[in-house]
């Protein structure tokens, strides 16, 4: 079965300070893994995904298949980054998206 | 596009009463799903369609009924409301931009409170 762990529920940083979420996930094959974040009572919105290697408001990803992890980064935190992050990962030619519970990012100015 | 919309935004029912939450997307995307969120839960999956006609059940099905009759819609109807089902309800339509992975886009979600 497949599943995405997200062991902190909660995490506080200070303004200017790096900020690292983390995301474990157990799939046999290779998925695709996603960071969606949710702003306060908005919609999800993807923020960014593996196969794109992209850095979307300072954020990176990486990838790790021995440790299976995907955990989200970024060097400075901002108090705009405060949000909802959730992980996610999808299968090969699947439609279904498996979402781990969520952390949330609490930046103080 | 306008997207993925949900109405109502918000809704208030009291135990026992039915409705529908609405769901409709205009980019033409095969698949279909409805989340609800729940704090400490994370999104769970309730029911998916992948195409007009076809509709399956997801991890909390319970208490929900979908169809699917057009591309475009996909309902969501709560047949008899109990207070377990208060939550935000949100609506999400998926497709493969290239390669072998889907991609899902949300709705802006539905506040419902059961009393």
């Known amino acids: 079965a497949q599943r995405v762990t997200q062991p902190e529920k909660l995490l506080s940083v200070f303004k200017g300070a790096p900020v690292e979420l983390k995301c474990n996930y157990s799939?046999?094959?290779?998925?695709?893994l996603f960071w969606y974040v949710q702003y306060s009572r908005q919609r999800l919105q993807l923020l960014l995904r593996?196969?794109s290697r992209e850095s979307i408001k300072g954020f990176t990803a990486d990838l790790n298949k021995g440790e299976t992890s995907f955990h989200l980064k970024k060097p400075f935190a901002q108090e705009e980054d405060s949000a909802m992050y959730y992980c996610?990962?999808?299968?090969?030619?699947?439609?279904?998206?498996?979402f781990g519970k969520g952390t949330k990012l609490s930046v103080i100015p | 596009n306008a997207g993925v919309t949900q109405t109502p935004k918000f809704q208030v029912l009291k135990t026992g009463q039915s409705m529908t939450l609405q769901c409709a997307q205009d980019?033409?995307?095969?698949?279909m799903s409805w989340y609800r969120q729940d704090p400490g839960m994370g999104l769970r999956l309730i029911h998916y369609?992948?195409?007009?006609?076809?509709?399956d059940q997801g991890e909390v099905p319970n208490g929900y009924n979908v169809s699917r009759s057009t591309t475009e819609d996909f309902p969501l109807r709560l047949l008899s409301a109990a207070p377990s089902q208060t939550s935000v309800y949100f609506c999400a339509s998926s497709y493969r931009p290239s390669g072998k992975y889907y991609e899902q886009y949300f709705g802006p979600g539905t506040r419902l409170t059961v009393t």
């Open positions: 980019m033409n995307h095969e698949y």
């Open positions: 996610a990962l999808i299968g090969a030619g699947s439609y279904q998206l498996t």
């Open positions: 369609s992948v195409g007009a006609g076809i509709t």
């Open positions: 799939y046999s094959g290779s998925p695709e």
């Open positions: 593996h196969i």
